[in-house]
């Protein structure tokens, strides 16, 4: 772990209670959903990581509890560092506090969440689908979604298949 | 049969001004096909008379689910569908995630590899900035800087064609080095391409950088400044031309770009001039890094050797049972990288590249998420736009260098 991460790894981590690994070089701090904003906001205010890189999210299907992690990278332009938190989301009625009060631009990074894996943010400011037409149904990332291999719906017999096609994973 | 709704108006009120509902003001579709969007880009603007007060971008008519494609193919099949995403960027696509294996998989690219890669990554930057410089001039009535950015392009692609067959979905850096080694060609014509571009890309300076028409519709237009850009994320040319010289090509070098002597261009203004200032300078700095990198193109292998990995010489698998097994394993099964997740970054021409990608120890990816340049530029497009002419944001649209395979994936 670069020396340079010290100072901000250990105070998350005494703070709010994160766990602490380390994959390939790449440090990443497991926190508490609840934690996670004030965390964030630590880190920005505290220790210079201005920029919120990517954020994103991790189905583990089978399991539910937790089922999803939220994956939020942060990088600063003084240090060129990279600090990753995960934060554990549950299955049913997946939601977690948005980070859009922190950094403005997880606006379209959740939208794109929500839109492709719904899992709800509260509070955000305008939580719509970004990729997908607003009538869609499903959540396409999610691991229970099938990837292909459907059969082709045309006009004429879209509904004939759509009353066989697995319901249950959607 | 459902059929494809759109948003209302009703649910996107809170985007606009109260006086868009009462029809005081107009809101109006610009796109998803319109010649200056560059691409399938759909911009709803709320307009009074000619000025912009209000801009929703609505994205997503080019989304092709590549993510979740990748999750049912192995790691070679995968990087097939990375080319597609930033179509004017596919060799960047191709290292952002040949690096994220390599890192997970602990592979080493050897010396000749990464400088070949330089050298086309470079390539391609100057292709994608002159592709830009044409349209967006284009955009602004500048007709005959196209026609000149489309001749030398096609130079470029010609390299490409030379070494991988293909002009633009090339995928020719594998994990591990490269698809295979250059031709013997390849130094002529890129040694061709270095001599040429400096006066070429003054030829486009003389027409542009001093041109009044020019000057008059990108000074102060579409201003933005760091804080603000780092707030929203924004890299790339767009952060450098607020001052802040940030290029990962620096900050995290990959590939050996430490070895290579450039600088970074950046201005002060932030407006669309600056980053048309930034982006010509890049071009030059561009060049520079391809003859230094030709000068001292190393010889020797250009893939790692480890045959876990990565797939043995087609001449060995005649004569070796070992490199036959290997070869039959890699191309049904695939490699089974360790279980964890890791994040690579590299410099598009459009700002930072980002793939995060997790294995859970099968052949095929787990998870896949491309932080792609573009998603904030586009984001940025109402604090930029707000307040402007009409004419003007096809300027902005322009000068943010936009790329809607790379936005929706």
């Given amino acids: 772990m670069n020396e340079l991460l010290n100072p901000a790894v250990f105070a998350i981590q005494a703070r709010f209670n994160g766990q602490v690994s380390e994959f390939r070089g790449d440090v990443t701090i497991l926190v508490p959903a609840e934690k996670i904003i004030a965390a964030a906001t630590a880190l920005r205010d505290e220790f210079d990581f201005d920029m919120l890189s990517a954020e994103t999210a991790v189905d583990y299907c089978p399991q539910t509890n937790p089922r999803f992690h939220m994956v939020y990278i942060f990088y600063s332009t003084k240090t060129h560092l990279y600090l990753t938190f995960r934060a554990p989301v549950n299955g049913d009625d997946p939601k977690i506090a948005t980070m859009e009060t922190v950094y403005p631009n997880a606006n379209w990074r959740e939208r794109e969440i929500w839109d492709l894996m719904g899992i709800r943010f509260e509070g955000h400011s305008d939580l719509r689908r970004l990729l997908l037409p607003p009538n869609w149904v499903g959540h396409p990332l999610r691991k229970d979604y099938p990837l292909g291999y459907e059969e082709v719906q045309y006009t004429f017999n879209f509904d004939d298949i759509d009353l066989r096609k697995p319901k249950g994973v959607r | ?409």
């Fill in chain 2, 1 to 409: 049969m459902r059929e494809i709704q759109e948003f209302t108006l009703d649910e996107l009120k809170h985007l606009f001004s109260p006086k868009a509902l009462t029809g005081e003001t107009m809101v109006l579709n610009m796109g998803p096909q319109h010649p200056s969007t560059h691409g399938v880009l759909r911009l709803i603007l709320e307009l009074d008379g000619e000025i912009v007060l209000n801009c929703v971008p609505d994205i997503g008519y080019l989304h092709t689910g590549i993510e979740k494609n990748m999750e049912g193919k192995t790691y070679q099949k995968a990087e097939v569908l990375t080319d597609r995403m930033d179509y004017m960027y596919t060799m960047g696509n191709n290292l952002v995630y040949c690096l994220a294996v390599e890192k997970l998989t602990e592979l080493k690219s050897p010396a000749r590899a990464d400088a070949i890669r330089v050298i086309l990554l470079e390539l391609s930057r100057l292709q994608s900035h002159l592709l830009w410089i044409g349209t967006s001039a284009l955009d602004l009535g500048a007709m005959s800087v196209f026609l000149y950015a489309m001749r030398e392009r096609e130079m470029i692609l010609d390299v490409f064609e030379l070494v991988s067959g293909q002009r633009m979905m090339t995928t020719f850096i594998r994990p591990g080095g490269l698809w295979r080694d250059v031709p013997v060609e390849f130094e002529a014509a890129v040694k061709k391409i270095v001599e040429v571009f400096p006066k070429r890309i003054d030829s486009y300076e003389a027409l542009l950088t001093k041109n009044p028409i020019f000057m008059d519709r990108t000074k102060g237009i579409g201003k933005i400044d760091t804080k603000t850009a780092l707030a929203w994320d924004v890299t790339g040319p767009t952060l450098r031309a607020t001052g802040l010289a940030h290029d990962i090509r620096k900050a995290n070098p990959y590939c050996g770009y430490e070895q290579y002597d450039f600088d970074i261009p950046t201005q002060t203004t932030g407006d669309v001039y600056g980053r048309y200032q930034v982006r010509v300078e890049e071009m030059r700095q561009s060049v520079r890094i391809v003859e230094q990198a030709l000068n001292k193109l190393p010889y020797g292998p250009v893939r790692d050797n480890n045959p876990k990995f990565v797939p043995p010489p087609r001449s060995e698998i005649g004569v070796s049972m070992e490199a036959l097994i290997h070869h039959f394993k890699l191309w049904t099964e695939g490699f089974i990288p360790p279980v964890g997740s890791v994040y690579c970054t590299i410099e598009s021409p459009r700002g930072e590249m980002g793939l995060f990608l997790e294995s859970d120890g099968s052949p095929k990816p787990y998870r896949a998420h491309y932080r792609t340049p573009s998603v904030p530029l586009l984001q940025i497009m109402p604090i930029l736009s707000k307040g402007c002419f009409v004419a003007d944001l096809i300027g902005i649209i322009g000068s943010i260098d936009i790329v809607l395979g790379d936005t929706d994936r």
